[in-house]
């Protein structure tokens, strides 16, 4: 008997070990604000991350929605690329001050409610930058916020003036649709659920086109069967990171001030 009920507690141990080890999966959903579409990417009825522009049209409904369904809000903050194409509003470029640099993320900051990190729209030219990273992160290191890094160039410095400043900071592995056939989607698809076995976790990055939408409307729903878990993108904020929502409480209105 005594036997039996070792047995027993070693089974249930191994149950709870590997329910422990399931492996996760993040989907930061980009360029949230301009389309009234993109509420409906929004609205799926998963735990998506939506990374929204400032001063768009939706930016602040998409937020205040994302909220209203316990989503994680990031700022999606445009940044300099170097092909030249153009930022929109907002946008964060290397012939900044600090005073106008640390202004401009204010500004964008209060335009997007909830809002609990940042990561980079474009920024192939800005990341790569030691100087304008690293007055972001003395920034996000204020405000106690977080990076996420977009990786729009293998030369980011991002990740480095992270480390340098306190910052929490993470990066994306796949982007989900810079083709979207179907099979070029699938086949990134499949490489995230790849990457997330192997190292447990993975972080990926999509945008509120239909086809995307259609997409994941679709594979969401089956991760269950493949043994993924579907977490928003604070899930992957270490314990000692506390998650402050900008403009919400004292320590970003005092860093306004």
Not at 94 to 100: F, L, N, P
Not at 147 to 154: A, C, H, I, K, R
Not at 171 to 184: G, Q
């Amino acid at each position: 008997m005594h036997g039996l009920l070792k047995l027993l507690l070693l089974c249930l141990l191994g149950c709870c070990t590997s329910a422990a080890a399931k492996p996760q999966i993040a989907i930061i959903i980009d360029d949230i604000g301009y389309q009234r579409s993109d509420l409906d990417m929004v609205r799926l009825p998963y735990p998506l991350t939506i990374a929204i522009l400032p001063f768009t049209p939706y930016g602040q409904q998409s937020a205040q929605l994302a909220y209203s369904q316990r989503k994680d809000v990031m700022l999606h903050m445009p940044m300099q690329a170097s092909n030249g194409k153009a930022l929109g509003p907002g946008g964060l470029t290397r012939d900044m001050t600090q005073a106008e640099f640390t202004h401009q993320l204010s500004l964008a900051l209060q335009d997007i409610p909830y809002a609990i990190g940042v990561n980079n729209h474009m920024g192939s030219l800005l990341t790569e930058l030691d100087q304008p990273m690293a007055w972001l992160m003395q920034y996000l290191h204020q405000r106690q916020l977080f990076f996420v890094d977009s990786l729009t160039t293998v030369q980011s410095r991002a990740r480095h003036q992270a480390r340098q400043h306190g910052v929490t900071s993470l990066s994306r592995h796949v982007f989900l649709d810079n083709d979207v056939s179907e099979e070029a989607l699938q086949q990134q698809f499949d490489q995230l659920i790849r990457i997330a076995r192997q190292h447990n976790k993975a972080i990926a990055i999509g945008h509120p086109y239909p086809e995307t939408y259609h997409f994941l409307q679709q594979k969401l729903a089956k991760l269950p069967e493949l043994g993924i878990e579907l977490v928003p993108i604070s899930a992957f904020l270490p314990k000692e990171h506390r998650v402050i929502a900008a403009g919400y409480t004292a320590p970003a209105v005092a860093a306004l001030e």
